[in-house]
């Protein structure tokens, strides 16, 4: 089991940057992929970016491609989002999600666990 904590949400403006950190507890946690998703209000969650259990291959949703970095540190425990140019369309809950086996990293069926999410407030 990896249960994902996320932290370092926040409030900033359009144009800055913030880092969003993934502690996930488990002796397992180097050999689960990992993913992130966001919820803005009234919308369906989506994904945003995933990362393989090697941190080998990375995977971006085209609205936060260029802008948006995942990364992990397999000996932290940890996944960090890194996101700069911020938008106030990128105003939204932002969860943590492990997965043991993946095929499709955008399906949020695919992770086995989850978690509470952080707020990313984006001002104009």
């Known amino acids: 089991q990896v249960q994902p904590v996320e932290s370092g949400g926040g409030l900033v403006q359009a144009g800055g940057s913030l880092r969003l950190s993934c502690a996930a507890s488990?002796?397992?946690?180097?050999?689960?992929?990992m993913g992130w998703f966001r919820q803005a209000p009234g919308k369906e969650r989506e994904f945003v970016a995933a990362i393989s259990w090697s941190g080998g291959s990375t995977y971006y949703a085209d609205s936060v491609k260029g802008r948006f970095t995942i990364s992990r540190e397999n000996a932290k425990n940890t996944v960090y989002l890194q996101m700069n140019s911020l938008k106030p369309e990128d105003t939204a809950v932002y969860y943590c999600?492990?997965?043991?086996?993946?095929?499709?990293?955008?399906?949020?069926?695919?992770?086995?666990?989850w978690g509470q999410g952080t707020q990313v407030t984006v001002s104009s």
């Open positions: 488990g002796r397992a946690f180097s050999s689960y992929n």
């Open positions: 999600a492990s997965s043991a086996y993946i095929q499709e990293v955008v399906v949020e069926s695919e992770y086995d666990y």
